[in-house]
Protein backbone atom coordinates (compact mmCIF):
# COMPACT_ATOMS: atom_id res chain seq x y z
CA UNK A 1 0.00 0.00 0.00
CA UNK A 2 1.40 3.28 -0.87
CA UNK A 3 0.68 5.31 2.26
CA UNK A 4 1.42 8.98 0.41
CA UNK A 5 -1.80 8.32 -1.86
CA UNK A 6 -3.51 6.79 1.02
CA UNK A 7 -7.62 8.21 1.18
CA UNK A 8 -8.36 9.75 4.41
CA UNK A 9 -12.13 8.52 3.94
CA UNK A 10 -11.14 4.77 3.64
CA UNK A 11 -8.36 4.43 6.15
CA UNK A 12 -9.28 3.20 9.99
CA UNK A 13 -8.86 5.44 12.63
CA UNK A 14 -5.70 3.64 13.94
CA UNK A 15 -4.05 4.46 10.11
CA UNK A 16 -5.44 7.83 10.05
CA UNK A 17 -3.62 8.17 13.01
CA UNK A 18 0.01 6.76 12.68
CA UNK A 19 -0.19 8.27 9.20
CA UNK A 20 -1.09 11.82 10.73
CA UNK A 21 1.61 12.11 13.84
CA UNK A 22 5.43 12.07 13.43
CA UNK A 23 6.82 8.16 12.50
CA UNK A 24 6.66 6.39 15.89
CA UNK A 25 5.55 8.95 18.53
CA UNK A 26 2.54 8.01 19.05
CA UNK A 27 1.45 6.38 22.39
CA UNK A 28 -1.90 5.17 23.52
CA UNK A 29 -3.81 5.68 26.45
CA UNK A 30 -6.17 2.96 27.55
CA UNK A 31 -5.12 1.10 24.69
CA UNK A 32 -6.86 -2.37 23.65
CA UNK A 33 -4.95 -4.29 25.97
CA UNK A 34 -7.08 -2.57 29.02
CA UNK A 35 -10.30 -3.85 27.79
CA UNK A 36 -12.30 -1.40 28.34
CA UNK A 37 -15.09 -2.38 26.57
CA UNK A 38 -18.49 -1.38 26.97
CA UNK A 39 -20.90 -2.86 29.13
CA UNK A 40 -23.87 -1.59 28.49
CA UNK A 41 -23.58 -3.35 24.58
CA UNK A 42 -22.68 -6.51 26.26
CA UNK A 43 -26.14 -6.17 28.27
CA UNK A 44 -28.18 -5.95 24.54
CA UNK A 45 -26.10 -8.42 22.97
CA UNK A 46 -23.77 -5.72 20.73
CA UNK A 47 -20.53 -6.29 19.48
CA UNK A 48 -17.86 -4.84 21.44
CA UNK A 49 -14.48 -2.90 20.44
CA UNK A 50 -11.68 -3.15 22.52
CA UNK A 51 -11.10 0.28 22.44
CA UNK A 52 -14.93 1.10 22.34
CA UNK A 53 -14.39 2.67 19.38
CA UNK A 54 -12.19 5.61 19.98
CA UNK A 55 -8.06 5.77 19.99
CA UNK A 56 -6.69 8.23 22.48
CA UNK A 57 -3.12 9.00 22.98
CA UNK A 58 0.10 11.40 22.66
CA UNK A 59 2.28 12.18 19.80
CA UNK A 60 4.19 14.72 18.20
CA UNK A 61 3.41 16.31 14.69
CA UNK A 62 6.04 18.19 13.17
CA UNK A 63 8.11 18.03 16.33
CA UNK A 64 5.44 19.74 18.67
CA UNK A 65 3.54 17.96 21.46
CA UNK A 66 0.29 16.84 20.94
CA UNK A 67 -2.97 14.78 22.13
CA UNK A 68 -5.10 13.24 19.77
CA UNK A 69 -8.37 11.41 19.79
CA UNK A 70 -9.69 9.38 16.37
CA UNK A 71 -12.56 7.67 16.42
CA UNK A 72 -13.27 4.53 14.69
CA UNK A 73 -16.36 5.27 12.13
CA UNK A 74 -16.58 1.51 11.47
CA UNK A 75 -17.30 0.53 14.76
CA UNK A 76 -21.36 1.42 15.33
CA UNK A 77 -20.79 4.74 13.72
CA UNK A 78 -18.11 6.30 15.83
CA UNK A 79 -21.02 6.76 18.29
CA UNK A 80 -20.64 8.20 21.46
CA UNK A 81 -21.09 5.72 24.33
CA UNK A 82 -19.76 6.23 28.07
CA UNK A 83 -16.51 4.74 27.75
CA UNK A 84 -16.22 6.03 24.60
CA UNK A 85 -16.57 9.19 25.63
CA UNK A 86 -15.11 9.56 28.81
CA UNK A 87 -11.73 8.31 27.33
CA UNK A 88 -12.11 12.09 25.32
CA UNK A 89 -13.02 13.70 28.10
CA UNK A 90 -10.07 12.34 30.06
CA UNK A 91 -8.09 13.24 27.39
CA UNK A 92 -9.36 16.76 27.33
CA UNK A 93 -8.81 16.64 31.07
CA UNK A 94 -4.57 16.11 30.51
CA UNK A 95 -4.70 18.59 28.24
CA UNK A 96 -5.08 21.40 30.67
CA UNK A 97 -2.23 19.38 32.86
CA UNK A 98 0.08 18.62 29.99
CA UNK A 99 -0.68 21.62 27.81
CA UNK A 100 0.24 20.32 23.95
CA UNK A 101 0.58 22.43 21.38
CA UNK A 102 -3.01 21.41 19.86
CA UNK A 103 -5.34 18.71 21.01
CA UNK A 104 -6.63 17.32 17.29
CA UNK A 105 -9.81 15.41 17.66
CA UNK A 106 -10.19 13.21 14.75
CA UNK A 107 -14.07 12.81 14.23
CA UNK A 108 -16.03 10.68 12.80
CA UNK A 109 -19.18 9.72 14.27
CA UNK A 110 -22.95 10.10 13.91
CA UNK A 111 -23.16 11.54 17.54
CA UNK A 112 -24.94 9.20 20.28
CA UNK A 113 -24.60 5.40 20.79
CA UNK A 114 -28.46 5.16 21.05
CA UNK A 115 -27.98 1.71 22.75
CA UNK A 116 -26.33 4.08 25.65
CA UNK A 117 -27.93 6.87 24.85
CA UNK A 118 -28.45 8.79 28.24
CA UNK A 119 -24.93 8.20 28.79
CA UNK A 120 -23.89 9.00 25.45
CA UNK A 121 -25.76 12.51 25.21
CA UNK A 122 -24.32 13.41 29.10
CA UNK A 123 -20.72 12.50 27.77
CA UNK A 124 -20.94 14.60 24.60
CA UNK A 125 -22.16 17.70 26.86
CA UNK A 126 -19.28 16.51 29.29
CA UNK A 127 -17.04 16.75 25.89
CA UNK A 128 -18.18 20.23 25.28
CA UNK A 129 -17.53 21.92 28.54
CA UNK A 130 -13.79 20.12 28.18
CA UNK A 131 -13.45 21.75 24.94
CA UNK A 132 -14.54 24.95 25.74
CA UNK A 133 -12.45 25.04 29.19
CA UNK A 134 -9.16 24.10 27.38
CA UNK A 135 -9.70 26.45 24.43
CA UNK A 136 -10.41 29.25 27.45
CA UNK A 137 -6.86 27.83 29.38
CA UNK A 138 -5.25 29.18 25.43
CA UNK A 139 -4.66 25.42 24.25
CA UNK A 140 -6.64 25.36 20.75
CA UNK A 141 -8.85 22.30 19.74
CA UNK A 142 -8.79 21.33 16.35
CA UNK A 143 -11.39 18.95 14.46
CA UNK A 144 -10.45 16.70 11.21
CA UNK A 145 -13.47 15.49 9.37
CA UNK A 146 -12.61 13.36 6.28
CA UNK A 147 -14.78 9.90 7.67
CA UNK A 148 -17.35 7.84 6.07
CA UNK A 149 -19.55 9.11 9.23
CA UNK A 150 -18.89 12.72 8.78
CA UNK A 151 -19.26 14.95 12.14
CA UNK A 152 -22.83 14.62 13.03
CA UNK A 153 -25.38 15.14 16.14
CA UNK A 154 -23.27 16.04 19.18
CA UNK A 155 -20.19 15.69 17.68
CA UNK A 156 -21.45 17.92 14.83
CA UNK A 157 -21.41 20.55 17.61
CA UNK A 158 -18.08 19.76 19.05
CA UNK A 159 -16.52 20.25 15.87
CA UNK A 160 -17.80 24.04 15.46
CA UNK A 161 -16.87 24.48 19.13
CA UNK A 162 -12.90 24.19 17.96
CA UNK A 163 -10.67 26.59 16.63
CA UNK A 164 -9.99 25.12 13.87
CA UNK A 165 -11.67 22.49 11.04
CA UNK A 166 -10.23 20.72 8.61
CA UNK A 167 -12.35 18.90 6.21
CA UNK A 168 -11.72 17.27 3.13
CA UNK A 169 -14.63 17.34 0.47
CA UNK A 170 -16.04 13.99 1.32
CA UNK A 171 -16.83 15.21 5.13
CA UNK A 172 -19.89 15.68 5.84
CA UNK A 173 -20.40 17.99 9.13
CA UNK A 174 -24.36 19.08 10.70
CA UNK A 175 -26.84 18.19 13.01
CA UNK A 176 -29.31 16.05 12.22
CA UNK A 177 -28.16 13.65 9.35
CA UNK A 178 -30.43 13.97 6.10
CA UNK A 179 -31.78 10.13 7.22
CA UNK A 180 -33.03 11.18 10.30
CA UNK A 181 -34.49 14.82 8.28
CA UNK A 182 -35.97 12.26 5.83
CA UNK A 183 -37.80 9.88 8.09
CA UNK A 184 -39.50 12.58 10.46
CA UNK A 185 -40.00 15.28 7.71
CA UNK A 186 -40.60 13.03 4.70
CA UNK A 187 -38.48 12.37 1.03
CA UNK A 188 -39.81 15.69 -0.45
CA UNK A 189 -38.26 17.90 2.34
CA UNK A 190 -34.56 16.00 2.34
CA UNK A 191 -34.16 12.81 -0.23
CA UNK A 192 -31.23 11.45 2.05
CA UNK A 193 -30.38 9.29 -1.08
CA UNK A 194 -29.58 11.65 -3.33
CA UNK A 195 -25.72 11.56 -2.66
CA UNK A 196 -25.20 15.00 -4.37
CA UNK A 197 -27.70 16.85 -2.80
CA UNK A 198 -26.71 15.71 0.69
CA UNK A 199 -23.01 16.66 -0.03
CA UNK A 200 -24.21 20.30 -1.10
CA UNK A 201 -26.07 20.57 2.41
CA UNK A 202 -23.42 18.81 4.47
CA UNK A 203 -20.34 18.57 2.62
CA UNK A 204 -16.79 20.01 3.10
CA UNK A 205 -16.80 22.11 0.09
CA UNK A 206 -20.29 23.52 1.15
CA UNK A 207 -18.84 24.28 5.02
CA UNK A 208 -15.56 25.81 3.52
CA UNK A 209 -17.87 28.40 1.51
CA UNK A 210 -19.62 28.88 4.69
CA UNK A 211 -16.70 29.56 6.79
CA UNK A 212 -17.73 26.69 8.87
CA UNK A 213 -14.58 24.70 8.32
CA UNK A 214 -11.32 26.53 8.21
CA UNK A 215 -9.42 24.62 5.94
CA UNK A 216 -10.24 22.21 2.84
CA UNK A 217 -8.08 19.55 1.74
CA UNK A 218 -7.71 16.38 -0.45
CA UNK A 219 -8.77 13.59 0.70
CA UNK A 220 -5.39 12.22 1.49
CA UNK A 221 -3.64 11.33 5.23
CA UNK A 222 -0.62 13.64 3.99
CA UNK A 223 -2.64 16.60 3.05
CA UNK A 224 -4.61 16.30 6.85
CA UNK A 225 -1.32 16.18 8.36
CA UNK A 226 -0.02 19.29 6.52
CA UNK A 227 -3.22 21.17 7.59
CA UNK A 228 -2.83 20.58 11.25
CA UNK A 229 1.15 20.98 11.24
CA UNK A 230 0.86 24.37 9.67
CA UNK A 231 -1.95 25.63 11.77
CA UNK A 232 0.07 24.43 14.93
CA UNK A 233 2.73 26.76 13.40
CA UNK A 234 0.28 29.35 13.17
CA UNK A 235 -0.36 29.11 17.20
CA UNK A 236 2.62 28.97 18.08
CA UNK A 237 3.39 32.47 16.70
CA UNK A 238 -0.24 33.84 17.03
CA UNK A 239 -1.56 32.17 20.32
CA UNK A 240 -4.89 31.35 20.74
CA UNK A 241 -7.40 34.03 22.85
CA UNK A 242 -9.96 32.95 24.78
CA UNK A 243 -13.80 34.26 23.26
CA UNK A 244 -14.56 37.08 24.84
CA UNK A 245 -17.38 39.33 24.69
CA UNK A 246 -16.72 41.54 21.49
CA UNK A 247 -15.84 38.23 19.72
CA UNK A 248 -18.66 36.67 20.20
CA UNK A 249 -20.71 39.52 19.44
CA UNK A 250 -19.02 39.39 16.36
CA UNK A 251 -20.34 35.62 15.59
CA UNK A 252 -23.18 36.71 16.85
CA UNK A 253 -23.69 39.14 14.02
CA UNK A 254 -22.14 37.17 11.59
CA UNK A 255 -24.56 33.94 11.97
CA UNK A 256 -27.70 36.70 12.38
CA UNK A 257 -26.43 37.96 8.72
CA UNK A 258 -26.27 34.31 7.83
CA UNK A 259 -29.66 33.47 8.73
CA UNK A 260 -31.14 36.51 7.09
CA UNK A 261 -29.04 36.65 4.36
CA UNK A 262 -30.18 32.89 3.36
CA UNK A 263 -33.50 33.21 4.83
CA UNK A 264 -35.05 31.07 2.25
CA UNK A 265 -32.00 28.97 0.86
CA UNK A 266 -32.27 25.19 0.53
CA UNK A 267 -29.09 24.14 -1.48
CA UNK A 268 -25.33 24.67 -1.28
CA UNK A 269 -25.57 26.44 -4.95
CA UNK A 270 -26.93 29.45 -3.25
CA UNK A 271 -24.32 29.68 -0.76
CA UNK A 272 -21.67 28.93 -3.36
CA UNK A 273 -23.53 31.48 -5.80
CA UNK A 274 -22.99 34.04 -2.62
CA UNK A 275 -19.50 33.30 -2.41
CA UNK A 276 -18.83 34.62 -5.58
CA UNK A 277 -18.16 31.25 -7.28
CA UNK A 278 -18.27 32.40 -11.77
CA UNK A 279 -20.37 29.12 -11.95
CA UNK A 280 -21.82 27.68 -8.73
CA UNK A 281 -22.97 24.79 -10.63
CA UNK A 282 -19.31 23.62 -11.53
CA UNK A 283 -18.08 23.89 -7.75
CA UNK A 284 -18.70 20.00 -7.50
CA UNK A 285 -16.48 19.63 -10.35
CA UNK A 286 -13.53 21.68 -8.61
CA UNK A 287 -10.24 20.08 -7.65
CA UNK A 288 -9.94 21.46 -4.29
CA UNK A 289 -6.99 23.58 -5.04
CA UNK A 290 -9.31 25.21 -8.02
CA UNK A 291 -11.60 25.71 -5.01
CA UNK A 292 -9.98 27.31 -2.80
CA UNK A 293 -8.06 29.61 -5.45
CA UNK A 294 -11.50 30.32 -6.35
CA UNK A 295 -13.16 31.06 -3.00
CA UNK A 296 -12.90 34.58 -2.08
CA UNK A 297 -14.15 35.31 1.40
CA UNK A 298 -16.11 32.91 3.11
CA UNK A 299 -19.87 33.23 2.52
CA UNK B 1 -48.62 24.24 34.48
CA UNK B 2 -48.05 27.16 32.20
CA UNK B 3 -44.52 28.36 33.13
CA UNK B 4 -46.01 31.67 34.33
CA UNK B 5 -47.36 29.58 36.69
CA UNK B 6 -43.83 27.94 37.87
CA UNK B 7 -42.46 31.79 38.02
CA UNK B 8 -45.18 32.05 40.34
CA UNK B 9 -44.05 29.24 42.67
CA UNK B 10 -40.70 30.18 42.51
CA UNK B 11 -40.38 33.99 42.78
CA UNK B 12 -43.90 34.78 43.85
CA UNK B 13 -46.62 36.40 41.68
CA UNK B 14 -44.83 39.89 41.78
CA UNK B 15 -41.76 38.59 41.86
CA UNK B 16 -41.01 37.76 37.75
CA UNK B 17 -40.71 39.60 35.20
CA UNK B 18 -40.40 37.40 32.34
CA UNK B 19 -41.98 38.02 28.37
CA UNK B 20 -42.59 35.03 26.55
CA UNK B 21 -42.65 35.87 23.02
CA UNK B 22 -43.39 32.56 20.86
CA UNK B 23 -41.66 30.08 22.20
CA UNK B 24 -38.41 31.70 23.55
CA UNK B 25 -38.75 33.30 27.17
CA UNK B 26 -36.85 35.95 28.73
CA UNK B 27 -36.56 38.48 31.71
CA UNK B 28 -35.90 38.93 34.86
CA UNK B 29 -36.87 37.79 38.93
CA UNK B 30 -36.59 38.14 42.07
CA UNK B 31 -35.60 35.52 44.50
CA UNK B 32 -35.30 37.03 48.29
CA UNK B 33 -32.87 40.09 47.82
CA UNK B 34 -31.33 38.13 44.75
CA UNK B 35 -31.87 39.42 41.27
CA UNK B 36 -31.86 36.63 38.35
CA UNK B 37 -31.77 36.60 34.74
CA UNK B 38 -34.13 34.39 33.08
CA UNK B 39 -33.21 32.70 29.42
CA UNK B 40 -35.12 29.99 28.20
CA UNK B 41 -37.65 27.92 25.61
CA UNK B 42 -41.31 27.16 26.03
CA UNK B 43 -43.61 25.08 24.19
CA UNK B 44 -41.72 22.18 23.67
CA UNK B 45 -39.70 24.50 21.20
CA UNK B 46 -38.03 22.72 18.31
CA UNK B 47 -34.98 24.96 18.23
CA UNK B 48 -34.08 26.61 14.98
CA UNK B 49 -31.12 28.59 14.21
CA UNK B 50 -33.55 31.88 14.75
CA UNK B 51 -34.15 31.05 18.18
CA UNK B 52 -30.74 29.60 19.09
CA UNK B 53 -29.52 33.40 18.08
CA UNK B 54 -32.42 34.96 20.32
CA UNK B 55 -31.22 32.41 23.60
CA UNK B 56 -27.56 33.43 22.44
CA UNK B 57 -28.18 37.00 22.30
CA UNK B 58 -29.94 37.02 25.50
CA UNK B 59 -27.00 35.79 27.21
CA UNK B 60 -24.37 38.09 25.88
CA UNK B 61 -26.86 40.59 26.67
CA UNK B 62 -26.80 39.52 30.47
CA UNK B 63 -22.82 39.09 30.14
CA UNK B 64 -22.41 42.86 28.92
CA UNK B 65 -25.35 44.43 31.30
CA UNK B 66 -23.56 42.72 34.40
CA UNK B 67 -20.03 43.67 33.24
CA UNK B 68 -20.52 47.28 33.68
CA UNK B 69 -23.75 48.33 35.58
CA UNK B 70 -23.70 45.36 38.56
CA UNK B 71 -21.28 44.89 41.35
CA UNK B 72 -21.71 41.22 40.91
CA UNK B 73 -22.87 39.13 37.86
CA UNK B 74 -26.40 37.60 38.26
CA UNK B 75 -27.04 34.43 38.08
CA UNK B 76 -28.86 33.30 34.95
CA UNK B 77 -31.45 30.74 35.23
CA UNK B 78 -32.19 28.80 31.96
CA UNK B 79 -35.11 27.50 31.54
CA UNK B 80 -35.25 24.25 28.81
CA UNK B 81 -38.65 22.54 27.06
CA UNK B 82 -37.20 21.69 24.20
CA UNK B 83 -38.87 19.02 21.93
CA UNK B 84 -35.21 18.74 20.28
CA UNK B 85 -33.14 20.79 17.30
CA UNK B 86 -35.39 21.76 14.41
CA UNK B 87 -35.33 19.43 11.49
CA UNK B 88 -34.92 20.61 8.45
CA UNK B 89 -32.91 21.31 5.23
CA UNK B 90 -32.46 24.83 5.70
CA UNK B 91 -31.82 24.94 9.37
CA UNK B 92 -29.32 21.99 8.37
CA UNK B 93 -27.74 24.39 5.38
CA UNK B 94 -26.69 27.02 7.16
CA UNK B 95 -25.23 24.79 9.77
CA UNK B 96 -27.57 24.67 12.86
CA UNK B 97 -24.60 22.19 14.67
CA UNK B 98 -22.47 25.96 14.49
CA UNK B 99 -25.69 27.94 15.95
CA UNK B 100 -25.58 25.59 19.07
CA UNK B 101 -21.98 25.97 19.34
CA UNK B 102 -21.98 29.68 19.88
CA UNK B 103 -24.74 29.37 22.16
CA UNK B 104 -22.51 27.04 23.81
CA UNK B 105 -19.60 29.35 23.61
CA UNK B 106 -21.99 32.11 25.50
CA UNK B 107 -22.89 30.08 28.13
CA UNK B 108 -19.16 29.47 28.50
CA UNK B 109 -18.29 32.85 28.50
CA UNK B 110 -20.93 33.57 31.25
CA UNK B 111 -19.66 31.03 33.28
CA UNK B 112 -16.21 33.07 33.08
CA UNK B 113 -17.51 35.58 33.84
CA UNK B 114 -18.68 34.78 36.99
CA UNK B 115 -22.39 34.17 36.57
CA UNK B 116 -23.73 31.11 38.27
CA UNK B 117 -25.42 29.42 35.81
CA UNK B 118 -29.14 26.84 36.74
CA UNK B 119 -31.18 24.96 34.33
CA UNK B 120 -34.47 24.01 35.00
CA UNK B 121 -36.11 21.36 32.75
CA UNK B 122 -39.44 22.44 32.36
CA UNK B 123 -41.72 20.22 30.03
CA UNK B 124 -39.43 18.52 27.89
CA UNK B 125 -35.68 18.16 27.38
CA UNK B 126 -34.79 16.10 24.28
CA UNK B 127 -31.57 15.61 22.63
CA UNK B 128 -29.83 18.53 20.55
CA UNK B 129 -32.34 20.85 22.20
CA UNK B 130 -31.20 20.12 25.48
CA UNK B 131 -27.13 19.84 24.47
CA UNK B 132 -27.46 23.35 22.80
CA UNK B 133 -27.65 25.12 26.47
CA UNK B 134 -29.60 23.27 29.40
CA UNK B 135 -26.94 20.63 29.72
CA UNK B 136 -24.20 23.16 29.91
CA UNK B 137 -25.20 25.07 33.26
CA UNK B 138 -23.87 24.60 36.42
CA UNK B 139 -26.44 22.75 38.15
CA UNK B 140 -29.25 21.23 36.26
CA UNK B 141 -32.78 20.29 37.93
CA UNK B 142 -36.26 19.19 36.95
CA UNK B 143 -39.99 19.47 37.28
CA UNK B 144 -41.69 16.58 38.61
CA UNK B 145 -43.58 16.67 35.08
CA UNK B 146 -39.98 16.88 33.16
CA UNK B 147 -39.30 14.07 30.73
CA UNK B 148 -35.99 14.05 29.25
CA UNK B 149 -34.75 11.71 26.30
CA UNK B 150 -32.62 10.81 23.00
CA UNK B 151 -35.13 9.17 21.65
CA UNK B 152 -38.43 7.30 22.31
CA UNK B 153 -37.96 3.73 22.77
CA UNK B 154 -39.91 2.86 19.88
CA UNK B 155 -37.75 4.72 17.40
CA UNK B 156 -34.81 3.05 19.34
CA UNK B 157 -35.59 0.12 18.63
CA UNK B 158 -35.97 0.39 14.64
CA UNK B 159 -32.00 1.89 14.41
CA UNK B 160 -30.47 -0.25 16.89
CA UNK B 161 -32.42 -3.27 15.24
CA UNK B 162 -33.14 -4.36 18.63
CA UNK B 163 -36.45 -5.62 19.94
CA UNK B 164 -38.70 -3.26 21.79
CA UNK B 165 -40.08 -5.52 24.15
CA UNK B 166 -36.43 -6.23 24.63
CA UNK B 167 -35.94 -3.00 25.36
CA UNK B 168 -38.47 -2.39 27.25
CA UNK B 169 -37.67 -5.25 29.43
CA UNK B 170 -33.84 -3.58 30.01
CA UNK B 171 -35.37 0.15 30.67
CA UNK B 172 -36.57 -1.40 34.14
CA UNK B 173 -32.96 -2.63 35.51
CA UNK B 174 -30.93 -0.19 33.38
CA UNK B 175 -30.63 3.85 33.48
CA UNK B 176 -28.99 3.92 30.60
CA UNK B 177 -30.72 4.30 27.42
CA UNK B 178 -34.32 4.77 28.64
CA UNK B 179 -36.30 7.98 28.73
CA UNK B 180 -37.19 9.36 32.04
CA UNK B 181 -35.52 12.40 34.65
CA UNK B 182 -34.99 9.77 37.16
CA UNK B 183 -32.45 7.99 35.03
CA UNK B 184 -30.78 11.03 34.23
CA UNK B 185 -30.36 11.61 38.15
CA UNK B 186 -28.74 8.14 38.46
CA UNK B 187 -26.39 8.98 36.02
CA UNK B 188 -25.34 12.73 37.34
CA UNK B 189 -26.52 14.00 34.34
CA UNK B 190 -29.34 16.24 36.24
CA UNK B 191 -28.51 16.71 39.80
CA UNK B 192 -31.48 17.41 41.61
CA UNK B 193 -36.10 16.55 41.05
CA UNK B 194 -38.10 18.72 42.45
CA UNK B 195 -41.27 17.01 43.80
CA UNK B 196 -44.32 18.84 43.47
CA UNK B 197 -44.62 19.99 47.43
CA UNK B 198 -41.72 21.07 47.45
CA UNK B 199 -41.09 24.55 47.78
CA UNK B 200 -39.35 25.49 44.54
CA UNK B 201 -38.47 28.72 45.79
CA UNK B 202 -36.15 27.39 48.74
CA UNK B 203 -35.22 24.44 46.26
CA UNK B 204 -33.78 27.15 43.81
CA UNK B 205 -31.93 29.41 46.64
CA UNK B 206 -30.38 26.30 47.66
CA UNK B 207 -29.14 25.59 44.19
CA UNK B 208 -27.87 28.77 43.29
CA UNK B 209 -25.68 28.00 46.47
CA UNK B 210 -24.72 24.34 45.11
CA UNK B 211 -23.65 25.64 41.98
CA UNK B 212 -20.27 25.05 41.08
CA UNK B 213 -18.38 25.89 37.70
CA UNK B 214 -16.55 22.91 37.56
CA UNK B 215 -18.29 19.94 35.71
CA UNK B 216 -19.03 17.31 38.55
CA UNK B 217 -21.62 14.92 36.83
CA UNK B 218 -19.29 11.83 36.00
CA UNK B 219 -18.28 12.08 39.47
CA UNK B 220 -22.31 12.36 40.87
CA UNK B 221 -23.20 9.87 38.21
CA UNK B 222 -20.65 7.40 40.07
CA UNK B 223 -21.63 8.06 43.60
CA UNK B 224 -24.98 7.24 42.50
CA UNK B 225 -24.27 3.78 40.52
CA UNK B 226 -25.90 5.25 37.45
CA UNK B 227 -22.68 5.93 35.45
CA UNK B 228 -20.05 3.03 37.28
CA UNK B 229 -17.17 3.71 33.81
CA UNK B 230 -17.62 7.24 33.45
CA UNK B 231 -15.68 9.00 35.89
CA UNK B 232 -12.80 6.01 36.05
CA UNK B 233 -11.70 5.74 32.37
CA UNK B 234 -11.67 9.49 32.05
CA UNK B 235 -9.37 9.10 35.11
CA UNK B 236 -7.25 5.94 33.56
CA UNK B 237 -6.75 8.48 30.68
CA UNK B 238 -5.57 11.66 32.77
CA UNK B 239 -3.21 10.07 34.79
CA UNK B 240 -1.64 7.37 31.96
Redesign the interface.
Given at each position: MNGRRISYFEASARMRLSGLVDAGSFSE??PPE?R?T???LA????PQAFDDGVV?GRASLAGHAVLIAAQEGRFIGGSVG??H???I???L??AM?ERPAAVLLLVDSGG?R?????????????I???V??VQ?AGIPVFALVGGSCG????M??????CAEVVMSEQGR????G?E??ET??GVE??DSRDRALVWR??GGK??RA?G?ATRLVDDLIPAFRAAAADLIERYQTHPLT????DT??D??AR??A??ER?A?????LE?WQAAAFADASQVPELTVEEFNLQLGEPA | MSEHAVFDRLFGTAGHNVISEGQFLHGSAQLGNESITVIGTRDHAAID??LA?RI??AI?QA??AD?TTHPAPRPILFIADTQG?A????????????????V???V??AR?QGHRLLTLIHGEAV??G???FG??ADRICALPDAQV???DLRA?AR??K?SFE?LEE?ADV?????PGAE??WR???IHEIWSADDNWSERLAAALVSATET?D??AI?LERGG?Q???P??????V?
Open positions: FCMQSPHQLGAVEVGAKCGLDKVVLHEANAGLIAISEMRALQAAFGGGIVTRLLGLSPVIVKEFITLRLDPAHLLLEQLARSFSARDGI | GPLADLVSAQLSRHDELLGLNGYFAHARCDLRSGFLAMLRVMMVTIRLSPVFANYMGGDRAGRLAATAQLVAA
